[in-house]
């Protein structure tokens, strides 16, 4: 017998320190209250079984804010937090562009690792991690929509690795408050294949406060 399973990826709401264009992975900073604001305008319209969210206040804050008084079990993961940037924590492109380590870490981000921060491979490792304790938490709920509230490079990954069209990390492109459902099977979650069908989540009409979703290919 075949389960569904949708997994709904959304990006955490703009902070101060994204709009300063700052590196922020563990570091745990806040929504301001007009993206508060903002996010609790929007509804989430679709079934929702149960949402998953990083343990970082910003998506923590969007995950509440979304989901208004809906009663749908929230578990919290730390290992969907971003990727950790190290020593470059809080620090901007402006302010480290003359750091030789830095320069280097641009050329080849998914081979060498910010100091004291997290190499790329051990990021792929903790997503696969994220990602299968979330389907065996789907699993043992019975569950066949998850929304997971989580950081741009986590889901940047996901989309690399399980979207049914292959594109590179950086081809794809995350909005803050927005995202991508994927939908598969749990038989096929758990064997690691590529979805079926993939969706853009957008958050419409402010005033009626709807959320849709656009389907990008079967």
């Known amino acids: 017998m075949v389960h ?3 997994l709904t990826f959304l990006r955490h709401g703009m902070t101060k320190e994204n709009e300063e264009k700052r590196y922020i992975g563990f570091t745990d900073v806040p929504l301001p209250e007009q993206e508060i604001r903002r996010l609790r305008s929007v509804s989430l ?12 206040q910003r998506c923590r804050q969007t995950c ?18 971003e ?5 470059w ?10 750091v030789k380590e830095y320069s280097e870490w641009l050329d080849s981000p998914f081979s060498t690792a910010p100091p004291n921060g997290e190499h790329y491979r051990d990021f792929q490792a903790r997503i696969e ?28 990954y996901v989309l690399e690795r399980y979207a049914p069209m292959a594109k590179s990390f950086w081809e794809w ?7 991508f459902t994927l939908m598969s099977t749990m ?20 005033e009626n406060g709807c959320m849709s979703t656009t389907d990008l290919r079967k």
């Not at 319209?45 to 970082?56: F, G």
């Not at 924590?89 to 003359?98: D, I, M, P, R, V």
């Not at 492109?173 to 995202?179: D, K, S």
Request: aromatic share 6%; with cysteine; hydrophobic share 40%.
């Open 64 to 81: 509440a804010s979304l989901l208004g008084h809906l009663a749908v079990p929230v578990y919290t993961m730390r290992e969907w937090r």
């Open 45 to 56: 319209d679709a079934r929702i079984d149960l949402m998953v969210t990083s343990d970082l």
């Open 173 to 179: 492109t995350v909005p803050f408050g927005g995202g």
């Open 83 to 87: 990727i950790n940037f190290g020593e």
């Open 187 to 206: 038989e096929r979650w758990e064997g690691r294949e590529r979805c079926i069908s993939l969706s853009e989540v957008r958050f419409k009409g402010r």
């Open 89 to 98: 924590e809080g620090k901007t492109f402006a302010e480290l562009k003359e």
């Open 129 to 156: 991690k994220a990602l299968m304790g979330t389907i065996a938490l789907a699993k043992r709920c019975s569950a066949s929509h998850v929304v997971i509230v989580t950081h741009g490079g986590p889901i940047r």
């Open 4 to 6: 569904p399973l949708a």
